[in-house]
């Protein structure tokens, strides 16, 4: 049985500045990211970890389309137990869900292809159209248009999933189980790691693994060794070599950003003969073999589409191009100076001024809303010190969201019923954790931003500009598959 070989150092012992990871955070801080924890190690020597406030190094993640790339790992053990081949066609193992897709292009894509995302189809919307069978969801596709499967590059998740769902047909195992099996327990992934389902009784396995962030490091340590760990090959070396190497071109644009260098066996390819494993709002585990440098990176900057760039960006600049391969002098004041200036950092707040001559105006006043697509009939706005609350009526009834001026709140947002243990199915009963901060950005103008904070990520934004006796309110929201109640315009009248 093997163990976590991870050991903790200072960044200088590895051959890294602490004043340049004081810049690397400062970057992230200073770009407005909601940033959950950062990790980085150096062969297996970790030299930095952090968690923001409320976060913590045994919060459970939801790791979002970072599942994809341990389904690509759970594809290899099977090909090494010769429990299938890559070229083998999907349809083989699922010969009657494959029965009703008329296209020959989906019948004769192969693993491989689905591993490279070059599959024959664009998949449907599996969220709406509230299928009781993922599966079965995903072979009635009727969309007209296809192409060969491995000719084109295109990005389907739900091809993914089927390939999760693979593993647990031939296993008779959850794919996370399988896992456990033949990884985690021998690189200390801890036990807590699990998978959400889709409907059908199948794992969502092209996005909601949720395990810790150091469980992430591990896997990433065990691939970025090629398969090995403490010296066992446990994991064949041609399928990871394959897995993170260029098989297929995703540069439609021509552009030389960190995700448009190629694309493996579900992993990305990025600057440097680098590879990544890729989540939505920022989940990543960053692999630089040229410098055995890892960055595990946990957040939720869904809508804010230009920060990965700035996380890879400037991950490359202050750390990677700057990294020595022979240790460095012990720097005191710097590891002081990183250790203070990381000692209190917290979940991004609602930026602008905590109050303004106008909240006393609009405080307690309740505005009678004109239709609107949010449904709101109406809200009210109170004030206690640095403490708020949007009082609110919609077709669930009436709703209040707590929350801090220059300060999260915590609490359970209002709406019920979002999905919990499987997706896309409503869960009577059931709330998300939440934090919610706000800030008046003019000099009428409030806006709260609302974070989700559980097994599922999501953001939003609640603008109110206040003028006369009018009001008018404009909801944003990013968050797959839920939030859906909370986008649009509407305007309203108070009763002062």
Request: glycine share 8%; charged share 25%; with cysteine.
């Given at each position: 049985?093997?163990?976590?070989?991870?050991q903790?150092t200072?960044?200088?012992?590895v051959?890294?500045k602490?004043e340049n990871?004081?810049?690397?955070?400062?970057?992230l801080e200073k770009?407005n990211l909601?940033?959950?924890?950062?990790?980085?190690a150096r062969?297996n020597?970790?030299?930095?970890e952090?968690?923001w406030?409320p976060?913590?190094?045994?919060f459970l993640h939801?790791?979002?389309s970072?599942?994809?790339?341990?389904?690509?790992l759970?594809?290899g053990?099977?090909?090494?137990?010769?429990l299938?081949?890559l070229?083998?066609?999907?349809?083989?193992y699922?010969?009657e869900?494959?029965?009703i897709q008329?296209d020959e292009?989906?019948?004769n894509q192969?693993i491989?292809?689905m591993?490279?995302m070059?599959?024959?189809?664009?998949?449907?919307y599996?969220?709406?159209?509230r299928?009781?069978?993922r599966?079965r969801?995903?072979?009635?596709?009727?969309?007209?248009e296809s192409?060969?499967?491995?000719?084109?590059?295109?990005?389907?998740s739900a091809?993914?999933?089927?390939?999760?769902?693979l593993v647990?047909?031939?296993?008779?195992k959850?794919f996370?189980?399988?896992l456990r099996?033949k990884?985690?327990?021998k690189?200390?992934?801890?036990?807590?790691?699990?998978?959400?389902?889709?409907?059908?009784g199948?794992?969502w396995?092209?996005s909601?693994v949720?395990?810790?962030?150091?469980?992430?490091?591990?896997?990433?340590?065990?691939v970025?060794n090629g398969g090995?760990?403490?010296g066992?090959?446990?994991l064949?070396e041609e399928y990871?070599k394959?897995a993170?190497s260029?098989?297929?071109d995703n540069?439609?644009?021509?552009?030389?950003?960190y995700?448009?260098q190629?694309y493996?066996?579900?992993?990305?390819?990025t600057?440097?003969?680098s590879f990544?494993f890729?989540?939505m709002g920022?989940q990543?585990?960053?692999?630089v073999p040229g410098?055995?440098?890892?960055l595990v990176?946990?957040?939720?900057?869904?809508g804010?589409e230009?920060?990965?760039s700035?996380?890879?960006?400037?991950?490359y600049e202050?750390?990677?191009n700057q990294?020595e391969d022979?240790p460095?002098?012990?720097?005191?004041a710097a590891?002081?100076?990183?250790?203070?200036y990381?000692?209190?950092?917290k979940?991004?707040?609602a930026?602008?001024e905590?109050?303004?001559?106008?909240e006393?105006?609009?405080?307690?006043?309740t505005y009678?809303?004109n239709e609107?697509?949010m449904?709101?009939?109406?809200?009210?706005l109170?004030?206690?010190?640095?403490?708020?609350?949007?009082?609110?009526?919609?077709?669930?009834?009436?709703?209040e969201?707590?929350?801090g001026?220059g300060y999260?709140?915590?609490g359970l947002?209002?709406q019920?019923g979002?999905?919990s243990?499987?997706?896309?199915?409503?869960a009577?009963?059931?709330?998300?954790?939440?934090?919610?901060?706000?800030?008046w950005?003019?000099e009428?103008?409030?806006?709260?931003?609302?974070?989700i904070?559980?097994?599922?990520f999501g953001n939003?934004s609640?603008?109110l500009?206040?003028q006369?006796?009018?009001v008018?309110?404009?909801?944003?929201?990013n968050?797959?598959d839920?939030l859906?109640?909370?986008k649009?315009?509407?305007q309203?009248k108070?009763s002062?």
């Open positions: 049985m093997s163990h976590n070989i991870m903790y200072t960044p200088e012992q051959g890294i602490s990871i004081q810049k690397y955070i400062e970057v770009n909601a940033t959950h924890n950062i990790i980085m062969g020597e970790i030299f930095f952090k968690y406030e976060f913590h190094q045994d939801r790791m979002y970072v599942s994809k790339s341990f389904v690509s759970a594809i053990f099977l090909e090494q137990d010769g299938i081949n070229d083998d066609k999907i349809s083989k699922f010969p869900e494959a029965a008329p292009n989906i019948r192969t491989r292809h591993l490279m070059s599959t024959a189809k664009t998949p449907k599996w969220f709406s159209a299928t009781d069978d599966v969801f995903y072979f009635e596709n009727d969309e007209k192409r060969p499967s491995g000719t084109i590059y295109y990005y389907d091809g993914s999933f089927i390939m999760g769902s647990e047909r031939i296993t008779g959850l996370m189980e399988y099996e990884l985690f327990c690189i200390g992934v801890s036990d807590e790691a699990y998978c959400l389902k889709c409907p059908g199948h794992s396995g092209d909601a949720i395990c810790r962030p150091m469980d992430l490091l591990l896997v990433a340590r065990f970025l090995k760990w403490n066992e090959q446990i064949s990871i394959k993170t260029k098989q297929i540069n439609y644009q021509g552009m030389n950003d995700d448009t190629g493996g066996y579900q992993f990305w390819m600057y440097q003969n990544f890729n989540g920022s990543l585990a960053v692999c410098k055995d440098l890892i990176c946990n957040g939720d900057n869904q804010k230009k920060v990965t700035v996380i890879f960006d400037s991950f202050l750390i990677v990294a022979a460095l002098p012990e720097n005191k590891q002081d100076a990183l250790k203070e990381t000692k209190d950092l979940l991004l707040v930026k602008g905590k109050h303004m001559e106008c006393k105006k609009v405080n307690g006043v009678t809303m609107n697509p449904g709101i009939s109406k809200v009210c109170t004030f206690e010190g640095d403490k708020g609350c949007f009082s609110y009526a919609n077709e669930q009834g009436d709703k969201i707590r929350f001026l999260n709140e915590f947002f209002p019920e979002y999905s243990e499987v997706g896309s199915q409503y009577p009963g059931n709330y998300y954790k939440c934090a919610a901060s706000a800030a950005i003019e009428n103008k409030l806006r709260i931003v609302v974070q904070i559980d097994r599922y939003m609640i603008t500009g206040f006369g006796d009018r008018g309110v404009f909801m944003q929201k968050a797959e839920f859906e109640e909370y649009g315009y509407a309203g108070g002062f």
